[in-house]
T-cell receptor, first 114, second 114 residues
Framework: AQSVSQHNHHVILSEAASLELGCNYS??????LFWYVQYPGQHLQLLLK??????LVKGIKGFEAEFIKSKFSFNLRKPSVQWSDTAEYFC????????????FGKGTKLSVKP | ETGVTQTPRHLVMGMTNKKSLKCEQH?????MYWYKQSAKKPLELMFV???????ENNSVPSRFSPECPNSSHLFLHLHTLQPEDSALYLC?????????????FGPGTRLLVL
């Protein structure tokens, strides 16, 4: 079955530390890849997405993600986190261009200590 | 504020009750979605409507009945639910239901079934 794995349930970092959140998906065909973020008390919102072109995608607030097809991965990175990055991060995949059918990972909660 | 509103924000119902969740989007989109977010499980797509037509039903039990009277409104009618249906129900919309589109999420309805 198609699935998305996020390896870390909860990550705790100090401000200025570098961040990498893992995301792997299970299918090898055409995929569209997304990272969504949910800040405390706010709606789920898009951080960045990949659907074609340069596999290194830049999003809002200094985040980026790299699509590595051979590893079925789409890891999220930020070189220096801030306290305001405290949130839950969700990786999502659309398989085979099936309209808007997104499959989400379980999410990774990021806590940044000031 | 993402332009997608949901009412009510919280709902407590007994197993014999009938209730409805409402979603409205003010973004001019043509695709709308219902998701279920249970504790410790990934966000699960339930239904997809594209131009008012249901295009996806992810094996959802018949006690959940969606309705999309127009492209701006989406309802989820609830009937004889079970305690395991307690969850956060999220609505989302996107421009035309295409695979690479960003989905815009509402704040969710927190449902408790007693």
């Amino acid at each position: 079955a198609q699935s998305v794995s996020q390896h870390n349930h909860h990550v705790i970092l100090s401000e200025a530390a570098s961040l990498e959140l893992g995301c792997n998906y299970s299918y090898g065909g055409t995929v569209n890849l997304f990272w969504y973020v949910q800040y405390p008390g706010q709606h789920l919102q898009l951080l960045l997405k990949y659907f074609s072109g340069d596999p290194l995608v830049k999003g809002i607030k200094g985040f980026e993600a790299e699509f590595i097809k051979s590893k079925f991965s789409f890891n999220l990175r930020k070189p220096s986190v801030q306290w305001s990055d405290t949130a839950e991060y969700f990786c999502a995949v659309n398989y085979g261009g099936s309209q808007g059918n997104l499959i989400f990972g379980k999410g990774t909660k990021l806590s940044v200590k000031p | 504020e993402t332009g997608v509103t949901q009412t009510p924000r919280h709902l407590v119902m007994g197993m014999t009750n009938k209730k409805s969740l409402k979603c409205e989007q003010h973004l001019g989109h043509n695709a709308m979605y219902w998701y279920k977010q249970s504790a410790k499980k990934p966000l699960e797509l339930m239904f997809v409507y594209n131009f008012k037509e249901q295009t996806e039903n992810n094996s959802v039990p018949s006690r959940f009945s969606p309705e999309c009277p127009n492209s701006s409104h989406l309802f989820l009618h609830l009937h004889t639910l079970q305690p395991e249906d307690s969850a956060l129900y999220l609505c989302a919309s996107s421009q035309a239901g295409l695979a690479e589109e960003t989905q815009y999420f509402g704040p969710g309805t927190r449902l408790l079934v007693l």
